[in-house]
């Protein structure tokens, strides 16, 4: 059964802090891993990882992938209230018919 | 990034009734449709996945009596939920897949049930 483990649960951090979220997984067959942020609506994507040590950026977000160790890492810099949300991560099995396997979600809160 | 809709985004609905969400692709061929609800603070369950001119199949514990799902097109997916009750309030989310475009949901239905 594939599985998604995010960490840390929640994290508090003030504003133009740096946050780092975890993401680490289980999947039979990969095909990709997906990071979404999450805001009181339905999840909007952020980066799709399918290949290892290739950084993807958008502005401050930024991920990598590392299908050795079987995780991801979604980086946050300089962060602004409006990135508190709920992020969360999905891997795709390539043999399930694009089914999404997602973690629980980190809940960031970014204080002014 | 892909387009998809939901139609309506909100409902309220009385205890008993039935109610039809739509999601839409516009602009890709969803061969297939996957059904998230999510209850709040929780994440999202997967309810149903359905392949286009198919029938759903359906996640452990969700009742396909209950939740029917009709995926006649490739751009269009039903899901009804049937003689609704107040649990199963909930955001109901569509994420339609097709090709390479896999990874957009659609925005939503918030479903209240009085």
């Known amino acids: 059964e594939d599985k998604v483990v995010q960490s840390p649960l929640s994290l508090v951090v003030h504003e133009g802090d740096t946050v780092t979220l975890n993401c680490s997984y289980e999947?039979?067959?990969?095909?990709?891993l997906l990071w979404y942020k999450q805001e009181k609506k339905a999840p909007t994507f952020l980066f799709m990882l399918t290949s290892s040590g290739i950084e993807k950026k958008s502005g401050r977000l930024s991920s990598i992938l590392d299908k050795k160790e079987l995780f991801s890492i979604l980086n946050i810099t300089a962060t602004q209230t409006g990135d508190s949300a709920i992020y969360l991560c999905?891997?795709?099995?390539?043999?399930?018919?694009?089914?999404?396997?997602f973690g629980g979600g980190t809940r960031l809160m970014v204080k002014p | 990034g892909a387009v998809v809709s939901q139609h309506p985004s909100w409902v309220i609905c009385k205890s008993g009734t039935s109610v039809k969400i739509e999601c839409r692709s516009l602009?890709?061929?969803?061969?297939?449709m996957f059904w998230y609800r999510q209850f709040p603070k929780q994440s999202l369950m997967l309810m149903a996945t359905s392949n286009e001119g198919s029938k759903a199949t359906y996640e452990q514990g969700v009742e396909k009596d209950k939740f029917l799902i009709n995926h006649a097109s490739l751009t269009l997916s039903t899901l009804t939920v049937t003689s609704a009750h107040p649990e199963d309030s909930s955001f109901y989310i569509c994420r339609p897949s097709g090709g390479t475009d896999t990874q957009y949901f659609g925005p939503g239905t918030r479903l209240t049930v009085l």
């Open positions: 602009d890709f061929q969803a061969t297939t």
């Open positions: 999905a891997v795709e099995n390539y043999n399930a018919g694009n089914m999404l396997t």
């Open positions: 999947v039979t067959n990969f095909r990709s």
